[in-house]
């Protein structure tokens, strides 16, 4: 069965964003950029919350249309267009490109979602993830460290009542300092609540 997997981009004192949501301090080039449109196009499908869903769709829908756009940009315009996509919104009515709205998480749907999906799902956003994660939804996590300190904005990790044992099952450096490192639970059913 596909496994959730929670990724996100941090700085390495712990934030996915810094305040009103900058995230300028990403460094993506194409080496990285290459990484996520490789991994990204063998995935099942995307979830987000709603601001992660916008932010991508406000650029990539069209991105390929740029004549400046570089050729790793055009490649995931593309595959962002194609690739299934679940969002989780109480505001938004409709959404595009390959996308169904869901309003609330209901573990019921998360699961057929993993079946149905053929290839992992990735999870992305930190309202969203605080949700899969109090449900016990998460089964594994890629973080992608960039060298940048921030020093205020959104924690990756919200303080939560869960605790769990994991393992590295994947680590790689990229040229420009940003790490990936993935962990998986050490056992099935690791993840628990305290």
């Not at 869903?53 to 740029?66: H, I, L, N, R």
């Not at 993993?114 to 890629?142: C, N, P, Q, S, T």
Request: glycine residues 10%; hydrophobic residues 40%.
């Amino acid at each position: 069965m596909a496994k959730i997997v929670w990724t996100m981009g941090i700085s390495l004192d712990g934030y996915i964003e810094g305040p009103d949501h900058d995230i300028s301090w990403h460094r993506v080039d194409d080496e990285l950029h290459q990484h996520m449109n490789d991994t990204i196009g063998q995935l099942g499908g995307l979830l987000s919350g709603r601001r992660t869903y916008e932010g991508m769709a406000s650029y990539w829908p069209t991105a390929d249309a740029d004549p400046d756009a570089s050729a790793v940009t055009v490649e995931f315009a593309g595959i962002w267009r194609d690739i299934p996509k679940a969002v989780y919104s109480r505001t938004i009515e409709h959404a595009g490109w390959n996308t169904t709205v869901y309003r609330d998480v209901v573990p019921e749907e998360v699961r057929a979602l993993k079946e149905r999906a053929g290839a992992d799902l990735w999870l992305g956003g930190a309202a969203i993830a605080e949700e899969f994660l109090r449900l016990g939804l998460v089964d594994a996590y890629r973080v992608y460290v960039h060298p940048a300190l921030v020093g205020h904005g959104t924690r990756l990790f919200p303080e939560a009542d869960i605790a769990a044992s994991l393992r590295l099952a994947e680590s790689r450096v990229f040229g420009n300092g940003v790490v990936l490192l993935h962990y998986e639970p050490e056992t099935t059913g690791d993840q628990r609540r305290r």
